[in-house]
């Protein structure tokens, strides 16, 4: 499927972005002012305006045949949010999304880094490594940014999955925010999580994937997430502006409907 | 109930924010020129512009989640108003669209207005 390009960078898009959400609200008003509204789910639409400077010569080019590619209006694509993350229920461990191990056992309202108590504490009663990981819909090489917060009271080596990749990252009684970065060998699916090793117990907080190459601040998720798999542009026209030799800045919008 | 989610400060809005107040008053304007106006409705409603800046992706999540689960303008929540701190007990967004921008990690944007239901 096709799927909106990373620039050389990993990052999707450059700052400014602007992201609106559009619902559709049928609304009857009566003479004494009261209200009757019936919601139409399935209308909803999210639009996005895209800002890009300072882009090089084969930047551009990527855009451009993205752009060819989609044939304007006309073909749907695969669009990664670079404002949200990519983790549904990224706060709630226990949701079907998750394929959590046997033996893995989850608690929740654990205090967190944020001072609330949105952390979990996973525990691994077996002797074998268990694990917890989601699956995501999305290219697998794409380059990702999978981040976790964690702590436990005994030091401990936990491995964080991106698909058929591991990483050992070290625990301790602090909150760490532990990182993966890249992209893996390609594939239509991609499946990110942590595996503890035997018998430990760990805290963890924050899970978030990004389509990009360094975290950015936690962004807890529901059954929403960023990863939009008939996206389309909003326009027939692709324009750009060279403002110096190998600089090149433009302005994409996206928009994603249910109903389209 | 719903209850309009607060930022990390604790705080609802930021400056500037808006307030205002609506009648629905009737006016019946005779041959003459004298008018006859009476009351069309119970009591005032409430309308709130709320401005955000400098949020965070958290808080930004917050409010984004808040327009889900309301599904835009249908949904109603309980608002406190910042300026008396009055619990007003059935409210809803104005809008079905909720536009959000990001001038840097760390630096979001967005408004939204609420407005109180008549009862």
Redesign the interface.
């Known amino acids: 499927m096709l799927t909106y390009p990373q620039l050389s960078s990993g990052a999707i898009t450059h700052?400014?972005?602007?992201?609106?959400?559009?619902?559709?609200?049928i609304?009857n008003t009566t003479?004494?002012?009261?209200?009757i509204?019936?919601?139409d789910?399935g209308a909803e639409t999210t639009q996005w305006q895209l800002q890009y400077s300072a882009l090089s010569d084969e930047e551009l080019s990527m855009l451009q045949q993205f752009f060819s590619a989609a044939e304007g209006t006309l073909n749907t694509f695969l669009f990664l949010d670079p404002?949200d993350?990519l983790l549904a229920w990224s706060g709630q461990l226990d949701q079907a999304v998750w394929e959590c191990a046997p033996f893995l056992s989850l608690s929740s309202d654990i205090s967190d880094l944020?001072g609330g108590t949105a952390a979990w504490t996973l525990t691994n009663s077996s002797s074998a490594a268990q694990s917890i990981q989601q699956t995501l819909n999305a290219p697998a090489g794409y380059v990702y940014c999978f981040s976790a917060y964690a702590r436990c009271n005994q030091p401990v080596t936990v491995t964080m999955l991106r698909g058929t990749d591991r990483f050992d990252r070290a625990v301790g009684p602090g909150w760490s925010r532990l990182v993966v970065s890249g992209a893996s060998a390609p594939a239509d699916s991609i499946s990110f999580g942590l595996e503890l090793p035997g018998n430990a117990t760990i805290d963890v907080y924050g899970l978030q994937v990004e389509p990009q190459t360094f975290p950015?601040?936690?962004?807890?998720?529901?059954a929403?997430t960023g990863v939009y798999a008939d996206a389309r542009l909003r326009d027939d026209l692709f324009s750009f502006t060279t403002t110096d030799v190998n600089r090149h800045s433009c302005a994409v919008n996206i928009i994603h409907a249910n109903h389209l | 109930m719903a209850t309009f989610p607060k930022l990390?400060t604790n705080a609802v809005a930021q400056y500037p924010a808006g307030k205002s107040l609506r009648y629905?008053n009737q006016t019946l304007r005779f041959l003459d020129g004298v008018e006859q106006r009476y009351r069309?409705?119970s009591s005032p409603?409430h309308r709130w512009e709320i401005r955000l800046s400098e949020l965070?992706?958290?808080e930004?999540?917050?409010i984004?989640?808040f327009?889900?689960d309301n599904?835009?303008?249908?949904?109603s929540f309980v608002f406190t108003d910042p300026w008396d701190g009055q619990q007003y007990p059935n409210c809803?967004l104005d809008a079905?669209?909720?536009?959000?921008?990001?001038?840097?990690?760390?630096s979001l944007s967005t408004s939204v207005v609420i407005r109180e239901?008549?009862?």
């Open positions: 700052f400014p972005v602007r992201k609106r959400r559009v619902t559709r609200t609304t003479l004494d002012g009261r209200a509204k019936l919601a789910p404002t993350n944020a950015s601040a936690y962004k807890p998720t529901q929403t | 990390k629905q069309d409705s409603l965070d992706e958290t930004m999540a917050a984004n989640s327009f889900s599904q835009g303008s249908f949904g809803s079905d669209s909720l536009e959000a921008q990001a001038v840097a990690e760390l239901n008549r009862q």
